[in-house]
């Protein structure tokens, strides 16, 4: 197995970098947001922080080839670095703490791409999650300083807390029924939204969470942190990674029961 220590070290740094130039910018009361082409918003801190990626990536990896929610991709070859600058810019751009830097890192393999480093560092909340294919998922401030991430044993739906992001998406999709079902059959429902319900599920506070679009940087990040947590990953195809666009993320124990919600 490739060891990703040099690649999970190198995503802390890159992670670092992007704290320092977001948190110097949110609540800025100069903050200039625009309005993307699909209508969500972008702030100038989406772009510095990507651009800061990109280029500590240009000098530590440039080999490899970039994808990024705001500059798109560049290069080409197996491994391939996934970013999303701001995942959760709504909440930043109005002062909600909710809001993290997702970096991973892709390899090429039989079954396609698949996701073997991931970083989710929310400074707003002194949070951050990280983990690499076959050395488990962690949180803490530093590598040196964490703890080991694990899922949740809860077995049965009637004792499970579901995590979602809105209703919209799903009535949109014509999913808003099997969506509903499945409310109804939880213990407990909350709409924390973005990369929060996935850390949550590989800590073991949420059991179930699931979401009906996403783009690659979404999720990418996310999967291998669930993953290695003990978790499963996939869209809602049942389809293992984030490659599908969209997301169900469990303990693994309750995969089966949330996916047949949501496909009816």
Same mark, same amino acid.
């Given at each position: 197995?490739p060891?990703?220590?040099?690649d999970?070290?190198?995503?802390?740094?890159l992670?670092? !970098?992007?704290?320092?130039?977001?948190?110097?910018?949110?609540? @800025?009361?100069?903050?200039?947001?625009?309005?993307? +082409?699909?209508m969500?918003?972008v702030?100038?801190a989406?772009?510095? !922080?990507?651009?800061?990626?990109?280029?500590?990536?240009q000098r &530590?990896?440039?080999?490899?080839?970039?994808?990024?929610e705001?500059?798109?991709?560049e290069?080409?070859?197996?491994?391939?670095w996934v970013?999303?600058?701001?995942?959760?810019?709504?909440?930043?751009?109005r002062?909600?703490p909710?809001?993290?830097?997702?970096?991973?890192?892709?390899? *090429?393999?039989?079954?396609?791409? *698949?996701?073997?480093?991931?970083?989710?560092?929310?400074? &707003?909340?002194? *949070?951050?999650?990280?983990?690499?294919?076959?050395?488990?998922?962690?949180?803490?401030?530093?590598?040196?300083?964490?703890?080991r991430?694990?899922?949740?044993q809860?077995?049965r739906?009637?004792?499970?807390?579901? @995590?979602?992001?809105?209703?919209?998406?799903?009535?949109?999709?014509?999913?808003?029924?099997?969506?509903?079902?499945?409310?109804?059959?939880?213990?407990r429902?909350?709409g924390?939204?973005?990369?929060?319900?996935?850390?949550?599920?590989?800590e073991?506070?949420?059991?179930?969470? &699931?979401?009906?679009?996403?783009?690659?940087w979404?999720?990418?990040?996310?999967a291998?942190?669930?993953?290695?947590?003990?978790?499963?990953?996939?869209?809602?195809?049942g389809?293992?990674?984030p490659?599908?666009?969209?997301?169900?993320?469990?303990n693994?124990?309750?995969?089966? +029961?949330?996916?047949?919600?949501? *496909?009816?």
């Amino acid at each position: 197995m490739p060891d990703y220590h040099d690649d999970l070290r190198l995503a802390h740094v890159l992670a670092d !970098a992007a704290d320092a130039t977001t948190m110097e910018r949110f609540k @800025a009361l100069d903050l200039q947001v625009e309005t993307k +082409p699909d209508m969500t918003p972008v702030s100038e801190a989406d772009k510095a !922080a990507e651009e800061l990626i990109r280029s500590q990536l240009q000098r &530590a990896r440039p080999r490899d080839a970039v994808l990024g929610e705001e500059f798109g991709s560049e290069g080409s070859g197996p491994r391939r670095w996934v970013i999303d600058p701001i995942d959760g810019t709504k909440n930043y751009v109005r002062g909600v703490p909710v809001w993290a830097t997702l970096i991973a890192l892709m390899e *090429r393999g039989e079954g396609g791409d *698949r996701p073997v480093v991931g970083v989710v560092s929310a400074p &707003a909340l002194s *949070r951050r999650w990280w983990a690499a294919e076959g050395l488990g998922a962690y949180t803490g401030r530093s590598l040196s300083s964490a703890s080991r991430l694990r899922v949740s044993q809860v077995t049965r739906l009637a004792d499970a807390s579901f @995590a979602y992001s809105s209703l919209s998406g799903w009535e949109e999709r014509g999913k808003l029924d099997g969506f509903l079902e499945l409310t109804r059959a939880c213990w407990r429902t909350r709409g924390y939204g973005d990369f929060w319900p996935y850390m949550m599920v590989a800590e073991g506070s949420v059991d179930i969470c &699931a979401e009906p679009e996403l783009s690659l940087w979404d999720m990418a990040a996310n999967a291998v942190i669930v993953q290695e947590a003990g978790g499963r990953f996939t869209g809602l195809d049942g389809v293992p990674g984030p490659n599908s666009g969209d997301a169900a993320a469990s303990n693994g124990l309750l995969h089966g +029961p949330l996916l047949d919600h949501l *496909r009816s």
